[in-house]
């Protein structure tokens, strides 16, 4: 607006040296009105609707802001829209003219989703986004345990709904400038346009440890790859048990975490600020130990999250504003509560992840926490802190009950013998035509043993004999690369 104003001044040959008094107090008088009214009314330039209760309303994602307008939002509103989603970006000051019969922002914020919800017309919601921190736009709270928690569900359940399950899939952008808007929305995007080569692995999990007689973590951390995942999903684990087979500390979780997994699981305590009673990660160690090139997805359930406040309160929020790299979303719990509950939470959401691979995050976590029955509590804790929106990649999707992966068409590995193996183990695989293949051999905890480029003339079944020499009893993982394809392998050296 302003610099529309000055440029017609200059066409209409208005020199500010020449000006008149009254023609210079005049200006700065406009100049004056038009900031103020530009910042009293900023949260009004987001608003596209007339009435939020007119009855032809229509919308599938509802996006709701204080402090930013369209034109910030504008690349993510264009990026959904292509996708056919037809998004409204709505301001708190409207929500506050139109259902503004309580004092409370939360309960208003809560009467307008509830009225989209139940008057709209088709399509109705099924995506919200609160655009801002806490401070920008309030969360619910409630006392839980010996703490307070935030819960953004509470927008999503009306006073008729009894399930405690919200009837939208909800999401936080926990930024307060636009700085941290624009890198957060430049990662989504990224993320799912993202080639899926640049993953180095599907999972990457972290176990807490205490002593010798609480090491809960890590048989959560056996339960997960053993029952959850499908058998050749690629991974990464470290547990701070010094005694354990995968024992590592904060420098392998730095080379680990660069080897780019798409899903990060952190099983252990922690809160806002710290990962693990040993003080493994803190909000000022993200920086300088996650450097990843393609962005993750971190779980987690035993370490709280906030989103309050100017700029990063919580190691969440930190890996969510990194610029470039860090994580694209995060799904955790706002305060402290039962371990065996958090462990059901996220159990189901990766086997939802699994079993469905046209699913949005916030439509994997609607899923997930229509299943946690007798949980209430517990799920309306867990909180998405991200675009619900957001496109998962289906190159994770597995049939999680035969835990057989679905194979690419023309190109299969097939299982090595023998397994396991003492000296020397063949590798096979089916070509559906001539072509180079990339045999690569890592240890689970992502060191790089063998790295192999081989022509193969011949389709049909081919072989490819692996004799390690001085390497100690493990379990390896095999990856090959066949053109864009690629399959991975656990094989067992036992000397």
Request: aromatic letters at 12%.
């Amino acid at each position: 607006m302003l610099s529309f104003i000055q440029k017609s001044k200059l066409n209409n040959g208005c020199d500010f040296t020449s000006r008149t008094l009254f023609g210079s107090l005049y200006s700065a008088i406009l100049f004056m009105m038009i900031i103020g009214l530009t910042c009293f009314n900023q949260e009004l330039l987001c608003a596209a609707i007339d009435s939020l209760k007119a009855m032809t309303n229509q919308a599938d994602y509802l996006m709701i802001s204080r402090d930013f307008s369209y034109d910030d939002m504008a690349r993510l509103i264009d990026h959904r829209e292509s996708q056919g989603l037809k998004v409204e970006l709505i301001s708190l000051a409207q929500i506050r003219n139109e259902f503004g019969n309580s004092e409370a922002t939360t309960e208003q914020i809560r009467a307008f989703v509830t009225y989209a919800l139940q008057h709209w017309q088709i399509p109705k919601p099924k995506y919200l986004l609160l655009v801002g921190d806490s401070d920008i736009i309030p969360s619910f709270s409630r006392d839980v345990l010996d703490d307070c928690a935030a819960i953004d569900d509470w927008y999503g359940i009306s006073n008729q709904n009894k399930s405690g399950c919200s009837e939208i899939a909800i999401g936080r952008f926990p930024v307060s400038n636009y700085d941290e808007l624009s890198i957060l929305i430049e990662k989504i995007i990224a993320f799912e346009s993202q080639d899926l080569h640049d993953y180095g692995y599907h999972y990457l999990f972290v176990s807490d440890y205490q002593d010798s007689h609480y090491d809960v973590f890590e048989h959560r951390t056996e339960a997960f790859v053993n029952e959850i995942i499908f058998s050749e999903a690629l991974y990464l684990r470290l547990d701070l048990n010094p005694e354990s087979e995968y024992a590592g500390g904060l420098d392998d979780f730095q080379a680990m975490i660069a080897q780019s997994p798409e899903f990060v699981v952190y099983f252990g305590h922690g809160n806002y600020h710290t990962w693990s009673d040993s003080i493994f990660l803190t909000t000022e160690k993200v920086t300088d130990n996650i450097q990843n090139q393609a962005p993750f997805i971190l779980t987690t359930y035993a370490c709280g999250q906030t989103f309050s406040g100017e700029g990063p309160q919580s190691i969440v929020e930190k890996m969510l504003i990194l610029p470039g790299c860090g994580a694209v979303a995060t799904f955790a719990p706002t305060a402290e509560h039962f371990e065996s509950a958090g462990f059901e939470m996220l159990k189901i959401f990766h086997q939802t992840v699994l079993s469905n691979n046209h699913f949005t995050i916030g439509e994997v976590i609607r899923s997930s926490k229509n299943e946690m029955e007798g949980y209430q509590t517990t799920m309306q804790l867990f909180t998405l802190l991200g675009d619900p929106a957001m496109k998962l990649h289906s190159f994770l999707t597995a049939d999680v009950h035969s835990q057989d992966v679905v194979a690419p068409a023309g190109f299969c590995v097939k299982p090595n013998s023998p397994n396991p193996f003492n000296s020397s183990t063949s590798l096979v695989f089916v070509l559906p035509f001539p072509g180079e293949v990339r045999i690569q051999i890592y240890t689970v905890t992502g060191q790089l043993m063998l790295d192999r480029l081989e022509f193969y003339p011949n389709p049909g079944e081919n072989t490819f004999r692996w004799c390690p020499e001085d390497l100690s009893s493990s379990v390896y993982i095999a990856r090959f690369r066949f053109g864009s394809e690629v399959q991975v392998q656990r094989i067992h050296l036992l000397k």
